[in-house]
């Protein structure tokens, strides 16, 4: 029975990770080139209450004059995606699109059964179905990519890392499907150079717990704001963006009320560790 309190655990914070969803967010100003965000919650800025107005695609929108637009559906997965832009307004945006952020992925993990992953990695020590899913997500993300670039080859993509999103015992556990899916776009990158533009935010968010929202999964403001700097930053290297300084029209506003169940599961985590550590030894 205690082996099962880190694998419930991870159930209740994967259910955060698909409660939000946020319709598409535009602008438009003639002259202008045309901004578009693709994915799941991330890119949403599901972590805020006002994404709309403060997820890091509307300031970087904001800040460099961009129209934006904002197709990204929280819980949807690689295979989810595929389906998405193959709709006639997401194809339309794409095509019209001169910068696509991307942030997929996660998702597919997360969406995944859970506690297969879970008895696998903390009672077997096992991670075939990890590299099972890392494999599928490949393979979906090879045919995502396609699919844009056949719509629109002229379209500059930059592809997000996937962070961890935990700091305590079951980050280890975590860590084994980022892994795994930083591996997979970095490996788009080598056998397609030039085809992507890998923002890593993986990087940028490796040891900064305060950039989490208080549904243990997604950037808070601080978190999207950090987002949005690296995003900026790459646009100005690539010569198709001006600052690197966010301008924030609007401070997100992160959601109070969700501060005790990331206070629940980060004591639930503990006294799991303390009862059973061997669960949580990779």
């Known amino acids: 029975m205690k082996k099962l309190i880190k694998i419930i655990a991870v159930i209740l914070v994967v259910a955060v990770a698909f409660s939000v969803l946020i319709p598409t967010t535009v602008t438009a100003s003639a002259g202008s080139l045309n901004y578009l965000v693709l994915g799941d919650s991330i890119g949403v800025g599901a972590g805020i209450i006002n994404p709309g107005e403060a997820s890091y695609g509307r300031i970087v929108a904001d800040t460099n004059g961009y129209n934006y637009e904002n197709h990204a559906v929280s819980g949807y997965n690689t295979g989810a995606m595929l389906a998405h832009i193959k709709l006639p307004h997401v194809r339309k945006s794409i095509k019209e699109a001169d910068i696509i952020s991307l942030s997929i992925g996660g998702n597919d993990f997360l969406t995944s059964n859970m506690v297969q992953l879970g008895f696998e990695a903390a009672v077997l020590d096992k991670f075939s179905t990890f590299d099972k899913i890392a494999e599928s997500f490949y393979k979906n993300y090879c045919k995502i990519i396609s699919e844009i670039k056949e719509l ?35 490996r788009y990158l080598n056998e397609n150079p030039g085809s992507i533009v890998i923002v890593d935010v993986a990087k940028a968010f490796k040891g900064h717990p305060e950039y989490i929202a208080n549904d243990c999964v997604h950037p ?63």
């Open 152 to 186: 629109n080859p002229d379209a500059v993509i930059l592809a997000q890392t996937l962070y961890n999103p935990m700091d305590n015992a079951i980050t280890g556990f975590y860590q084994q499907g980022v892994d795994r899916l930083n591996a997979g776009y970095r």
């Open 220 to 282: 808070n403001a601080q978190g999207n704001v950090v987002i949005a700097k690296l995003v900026l930053q790459t646009l100005k290297d690539l010569g198709i963006g001006t600052k690197t300084t966010p301008v924030i029209n609007y401070e997100g506003v992160n959601n109070r009320f969700l501060k005790p169940f990331k206070e629940i599961i980060y004591l639930i985590v503990d006294v799991a560790e303390i009862l059973v550590p061997d669960l949580f030894v990779i």
